[in-house]
Structures are given as structure tokens and as C-alpha cells.
């Protein structure tokens, strides 16, 4: 790529201590020979230069475009049950009601799997929430003396 000035363009920079004011402005290279008067004539005005004497001498100001931080998305944890001799399935499938909010239909399903492949999946949630539901189902299988046990893993 040729230089700006083979081009006819004559890029100014903004004065050091301004930080992203407009990336450069470019004028005609005949103006680079004019008097001050009239680069300030042709020269492009900013929003705040109908005010000033002359237009070319004060700092100049920009509109700063803020920038929105991608939120990412939080981990994902899987709340499992595991099979064990002695909870009954009844407890299971209560269990599954109460803190899951399975319909009959779905908690059976999932506690006959639990049964069958020895561990099934209640749901998926975020980490602090995944943590309460273990949480409260281990608490809440003490409280009833059965020994079901409730974990979660990274999904």
C-alpha cells in the first residue's frame, strides 16, 4: 500500500493526553501549503466547533461508544441420585416431587432408571443451585433415616 502522501492525503494527529478522540483526520495535501484560515475553513467540524474562534486550536472532543462485556454463560451442573438396598421407591419418588417438581409420571420414570442403571439424572442447574438441591435431599433423607444419596457433577 502507497504512503498517505502519495495518495494526496496529509493525516494530523490529535495532541498527546487525548485518548480514542477519532482514529485521524485526513484534509487534501493543498491544504498542508495554506494559511491557517483556510485549513480551519476546510477543515471538518465537530459537534462542539460552531462555538469556538478560528475552530482548529482548542483540543478536540469524541463520542466514546461504550462497549458491552459478553456475559458468559454460567457452568451447568447435573443433580443424580444413586440407587442404594434400602431407600424405598415410594421415598424416591416423593423426593422427586417435592424438591424437582416432577409429576408423578416423570419421578417414576426416573427413580424405575435409578433403580435399574444404579444412578439417574433429577435435573441440571446452575452451581449454587445444583449444591442447594443435594443439599436439601440429603438433609431431608437423614431426617428420614433412609441412607439416598444425592450428588452433582459437572456437566
Not at 85 to 94: K, L, R
Not at 112 to 122: D, N, P, S, W
Amino acid at each position: 500500500m502507497a504512503p498517505a502522501a502519495a495518495h494526496g492525503l496529509v493525516v494530523f494527529r490529535f495532541p498527546e493526553g487525548i485518548s480514542n478522540a477519532c482514529p485521524l483526520l485526513q484534509f487534501p495535501s493543498r491544504a498542508a501549503s495554506a494559511s491557517p484560515s483556510v485549513l480551519a475553513a476546510s477543515a471538518p467540524r465537530m459537534g462542539n466547533d460552531e462555538n469556538r474562534a478560528g475552530g482548529s486550536g482548542g483540543p478536540a472532543t469524541s463520542v466514546i461508544a461504550k462497549v458491552k462485556p459478553k456475559t458468559k454463560r454460567p457452568n451447568l451442573y447435573r443433580v443424580l441420585i444413586l440407587n442404594d438396598d434400602y431407600t424405598p421407591m415410594e421415598f424416591v419418588v416423593h423426593v422427586l416431587e417435592k424438591f424437582f417438581q416432577k409429576d408423578v409420571e416423570a419421578a417414576t420414570k426416573i427413580m424405575l432408571h435409578v433403580h435399574h442403571h444404579g444412578i439417574g439424572e433429577c435435573g441440571i442447574f446452575t452451581y449454587e443451585i445444583a449444591e442447594t438441591k443435594v443439599t436439601q435431599v440429603m438433609d431431608f433423607a437423614r431426617k428420614h433415616q433412609h441412607p439416598l444419596q444425592c450428588v452433582m457433577e459437572k456437566k
